[in-house]
């Protein structure tokens, strides 16, 4: 299915990461293995940063390849996003990729201070409560690092507004964190923002914060303790 893949490790090799061999052997982060992980990509780009941010934010989680997918909002029929046409069998699919997952790992350039229009197209036919019960870690790659906030700013609210209630520290990179790599085409990220992805998925080790029980199911209780 176009804009969908099942294996984000041979997806995303237009945007192939060139890690140092030091870079490359430091240890993963572990997850549950059968952790559903849904990427997406909210690059107009075909050779992109923020899609290398997003296949290096993979590779840094010891997650099964069979429980990951890939949604390129890219390759998506331009006219269903723009129509807004939610029955389109590619749009279905990725609506459907993101409702299997546990976490959402969500990257994008930064334009114009704020996340790439192509992105909000296809946020925009998510279902309301779309990351609702799911972890969502959002990345962002800028020319530089005056709209470091602007993951806060923008695109943490439309995160909030789809549900999400546990989402990770966002990692943004400025390009030249992620150096062009000599001979795979692909970028090399610095050891700063290989750190600050790592602690950023460290946060997967934290439970979501305790539910509060509905307020029907409690306030029976309290009426009872009070007629006493
Ligand atoms: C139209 C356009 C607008 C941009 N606006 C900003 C901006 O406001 N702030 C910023 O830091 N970088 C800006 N950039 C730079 C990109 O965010 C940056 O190069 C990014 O890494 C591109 O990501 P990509 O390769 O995944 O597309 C802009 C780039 C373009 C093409």
Do not use: W
């Not at 429980?67 to 390759?75: K, L």
């Not at 699919?93 to 409702?99: K, L, R, Y």
Request: charged share 20%; net charge neutral; proline share 8%.
């Amino acid at each position: 299915m176009d804009g969908v893949r099942a294996n984000p490790h041979i997806d995303l090799r237009s945007c192939r990461l060139g890690l140092r061999p030091s870079l490359a052997i430091v240890p993963t982060m572990p997850t549950n293995k059968t952790t559903h992980i849904t990427a997406l990509s909210g690059s107009p780009s075909a050779r992109s940063r923020s899609t290398a941010l997003l296949q290096l934010a993979l590779t840094r989680l010891e997650s099964d390849e069979a429980h990951q997918q890939a949604v390129h909002v890219r390759e998506l029929p331009p006219a269903a996003l723009l129509f807004a046409d939610t029955q389109a069998p590619q749009i279905r699919a990725a609506v459907a990729a993101i409702e299997a997952a546990d976490l959402v790992i969500v990257a994008t350039p930064i334009y114009k201070a704020a996340y790439s229009g192509l992105l909000k197209t296809f946020l925009d036919l998510l279902p309301q409560d779309a990351l609702r019960g799911k972890t969502v870690l959002p990345l962002a790659t800028g020319g530089s690092a005056a709209h470091l906030l602007a993951l806060d700013y923008t695109l943490k609210p439309v995160l909030i507004a789809l549900g999400a209630r546990h989402i990770l520290d966002g990692v943004f990179a400025t390009d030249a964190q992620l150096q062009p790599h000599e001979t795979s085409g692909g970028y090399v990220p610095d050891a700063a923002l290989l750190q600050r992805l790592d602690r950023a998925l460290q946060g997967l080790d934290e439970a979501p914060a305790p539910r509060c029980r509905p307020a029907a199911s409690v306030v029976p209780q309290i009426g009872a303790a009070l007629m006493r």
